[in-house]
């Protein structure tokens, strides 16, 4: 007979489509800004580990990009990365916004193939009344064996407690994956450039989220302060002249919102170097895709 005490590990996939909240919920679960967030589609580009560890156990979440069908090499191994955390988990999450109508019959697809788990997630309730998440529910109930059905507010905090206590029901027994202790496994390159990324997500708008990435090219810690140099990627000149702004004045903004970022990450001065160059095609360029997912 198994304890009910016995400790309990594994991987949680974090899956949906974009916007639902998938990188808040991370943030929130694990008290700690792990990965960054933005009112844009397709903010989380490649999957990012967050670690929770309790008296219970460990789980091991995969945040997921939102899913997609793929137009771009980009988009393609950004769904891979939805494929291999659906396939190497012990547990999906499935998250939906409540304020969006039903159009997942192919996510739904996906959740069948991938033949786990998976606990439907019903976020922003902090948007929508009581009567409204009884309807959700109800348009849900049928449509997968989900193990179990959650509404919570990622951003509130609301159920995060509840949702906490199933996982580990869910999860298989056994020892922790990782160190008690570690929170994420990013390399600072890559952290320190999502922190900026998040910076032109904020204030891009229209096509640019889609078109424009971010390469750390420096980081050098010069004791008093930290200099990083980044390039913003665009797809053309007039993206270019958009990111750039008037008199400058768009870049000066993400460049000021992103050294804050940094500067409250290293806890110390940051010299936020920005630039914007145009790589046409970036987002079937092997070399640059290569960055992203390197
Ligand atoms: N009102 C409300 N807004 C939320 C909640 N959770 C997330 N959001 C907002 O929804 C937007 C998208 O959040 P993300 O966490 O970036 O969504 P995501 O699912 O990771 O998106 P992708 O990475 O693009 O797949 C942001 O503006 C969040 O602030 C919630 O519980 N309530
Ligand atoms: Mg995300």
Same mark, same amino acid.
């Given at each position: 007979?198994?304890?009910?005490?016995? !400790?309990? @590990?594994?991987?949680?996939?974090?899956?949906?489509?974009?916007?639902?909240?998938?990188?808040? #919920?991370?943030?929130?679960?694990?008290?700690?800004?792990?990965?960054?967030?933005?009112?844009?589609?397709?903010?989380?580009?490649?999957?990012?580990?967050?670690?929770?560890?309790?008296?219970?156990?460990?789980? &091991?979440?995969?945040?997921?990009?939102?899913?997609?069908?793929?137009?771009?090499?980009?988009?393609?191994?950004?769904?891979?990365?939805?494929?291999?955390? *659906?396939?190497?988990?012990?547990?999906?999450?499935? $998250?939906?916004?409540?304020?969006?109508?039903?159009?997942?019959? #192919? =996510?739904?697809?996906? /959740?069948?193939?991938?033949?786990?788990?998976?606990?439907? =997630?019903?976020?922003?309730?902090?948007?929508?009344?009581?009567?409204?998440?009884?309807?959700?529910?109800?348009?849900?109930?049928?449509?997968?064996?989900?193990? %179990?059905?959650?509404?919570? @507010?990622?951003?509130?905090?609301?159920?995060?407690?509840?949702?906490?206590?199933?996982? #580990? /029901?869910?999860?298989? %027994?056994?020892?922790?994956?990782?160190?008690?202790?570690?929170?994420?496994?990013?390399?600072?390159?890559?952290?320190?450039?999502?922190?900026?990324?998040?910076?032109?997500?904020?204030?891009?708008?229209?096509?640019?989220? $889609?078109?424009?990435?971010?390469?750390?090219?420096?980081?050098?810690?010069?004791?008093?302060? &930290?200099?990083?140099?980044?390039?913003?990627?665009? %797809?053309? !000149?007039?993206?270019?002249?958009?990111?750039?702004?008037?008199?400058?004045?768009? *870049?000066?903004?993400?460049?000021?919102?992103? !050294?804050?970022?940094?500067?409250?990450?290293?806890?110390?001065?940051?010299? /936020?170097? *920005? #630039?914007?160059?145009?790589?046409?095609?970036? !987002?079937? @360029?092997?070399? &640059?895709?290569?960055?992203?997912?390197?």
């Amino acid at each position: 007979m198994k304890a009910d005490n016995a !400790r309990r @590990s594994g991987y949680v996939a974090l899956v949906g489509r974009t916007n639902v909240g998938k990188s808040t #919920f991370l943030n929130s679960i694990l008290e700690s800004k792990v990965a960054i967030v933005s009112d844009k589609p397709q903010t989380t580009r490649r999957k990012i580990l967050g670690i929770k560890t309790t008296e219970r156990g460990q789980a &091991v979440f995969f945040d997921c990009p939102g899913i997609h069908k793929p137009r771009f090499k980009l988009n393609e191994l950004m769904m891979k990365e939805v494929r291999d955390a *659906l396939h190497d988990a012990d547990l999906v999450l499935y $998250f939906v916004d409540i304020g969006c109508p039903r159009q997942d019959e #192919f =996510v739904l697809s996906l /959740l069948r193939e991938s033949g786990q788990g998976v606990i439907l =997630v019903i976020n922003k309730i902090d948007k929508q009344g009581k009567a409204r998440v009884l309807e959700k529910i109800n348009e849900y109930k049928d449509e997968f064996p989900w193990r %179990e059905i959650v509404p919570i @507010s990622a951003l509130r905090g609301d159920n995060l407690d509840r949702i906490e206590d199933l996982i #580990f /029901l869910h999860l298989p %027994e056994g020892e922790d994956i990782f160190p008690a202790g570690e929170t994420t496994q990013q390399t600072e390159n890559h952290y320190v450039g999502e922190l900026v990324r998040e910076a032109v997500l904020h204030w891009v708008q229209d096509e640019l989220p $889609f078109t424009t990435t971010l390469k750390v090219e420096e980081i050098q810690d010069r004791g008093e302060l &930290v200099y990083v140099r980044a390039e913003i990627y665009v %797809e053309s !000149r007039s993206q270019k002249k958009i990111v750039i702004g008037r008199q400058g004045g768009l *870049l000066k903004r993400i460049g000021s919102e992103g !050294r804050a970022a940094l500067e409250e990450y290293y806890g110390k001065k940051v010299f /936020l170097d *920005l #630039f914007v160059k145009v790589v046409p095609g970036w !987002r079937n @360029s092997p070399q &640059v895709i290569g960055d992203i997912f390197g």
